[in-house]
């Protein structure tokens, strides 16, 4: 009989079957390394080992049977929790043990994050909005991860020069959707609030953004580029954008993130207007506790399940030999109407 260290001292084999579905004699065998275990088996009992805590004998060290990294930015961005709670989910429910590795300010950075992760010897990676996203970053890190053998597949951010799996949400349609709502509620000044203009989401949106108001509304370009203003993704950030389109004249604001629109909510509120009575506003994520935004927030919705669910399995197929096209899966975002969006100035007069 096999025992096995942890925290609680001897594990018991009938926790671990449990945990996998499986008999207590097949947990046995694939501790001590025997064979006539299918490989999915294995992997179950290897997960459930993961999950109960308890340490992998040194039969199964050698290479984690079924770790996969999933690398985001900070978690304070409700959408980022919500889309590693989706891959965390799918992962697992297909034998996978996932490990969620956080980007902060002052912390370890993408490339340690990767390092680190290939050390343990990771079956695989998923990049949510990294330096993919980033066209000012060097791509070359993911040529060297390929040439390292280490499949990865890549969230939000598209990028011709990296030749992997993307899977994103498609941000021209998004903003066509936002801008579209705005106007036939007879708005004629809208600004668009957005992160640092170097991230390919962002320049996305910028280019629908100019070229809707060209073409819903008497604008030149130039005057479109105008009413777009860079700051961070966060409430703060949202607030300054906001603050700058306000000065603008500007009486609806499309946001890059659901934060943001929170931001913007506060700069309209600090000037004595109300939303949106005086000033629309439009989000973007559609992320958890938005429902308790007041006014509930009109936002478009990222489709997080799809997107999570595609993501892990173009991986797997990476993994597995038979590679998902080397392309980006564009997922449409859904307008979700709610309480700060009301008529424009024009629509009030007429």
Known sequence: MAHLESAGGHARLSDIAAQAGVSEATVSRVINGR????????QSVVAAMDVLGYERPPKL????????????????????????????????SRGYTPVLCTQT??????DQLTDLLVERGVTGIVFVSGLHADS???????????????PFVMINGYTEKVS??????DDRAAVRLAVTHLVELGHERIGLAVGPRRFVP??????????????????????????????????????????ALLDKDCTAIVCGSDLMAFGAIRAARHRGLSVPQDVSVV????????VFADPPLTTLRQPVEAMGQAAVNALLEEI???????????????????????????????
Do not use: C, W
């Not at 300010?105 to 993408?110: A, L, V, W």
């Not at 992997?164 to 949400?169: A, I, K, L, R």
């Open 202 to 243: 962002v320049l996305r949106k910028i280019e629908s953004f100019v070229q809707q108001l060209r073409t819903l509304l008497p604008y030149r370009a130039e005057e479109a580029e105008e009413l777009v203003a860079h700051s961070l993704f966060t409430v703060e950030g949202g607030q300054a954008a906001a603050t």
């Open 283 to 290: 989000g973007f994520d559609d992320s958890p506790l938005i």
């Open 136 to 150: 000012t970053a060097d791509m070359d890190r993911y040529v060297k991860l390929a040439g390292r053998g280490v």
């Open 164 to 169: 992997t799996p993307f899977v994103s949400t």
């Open 61 to 92: 060290r050698s290479r984690s049977a079924g770790l996969v990294g999933l690398i985001t930015p900070e978690l304070s961005n409700p959408i980022f929790p919500a889309l590693a709670q989706v891959i965390e989910q799918v992962l697992t």
């Open 105 to 110: 300010p002052g912390g370890s950075t993408e």
């Open 320 to 350: 597995g030999g038979t590679p998902a096209p080397h392309a980006e899966f564009v997922f449409l975002p859904e307008l979700v109407v709610r309480g700060s969006t009301g008529a424009g100035p024009r629509r009030r007069r007429s």
């Open 35 to 42: 064979a006539g275990v299918s490989p999915a088996t294995r």
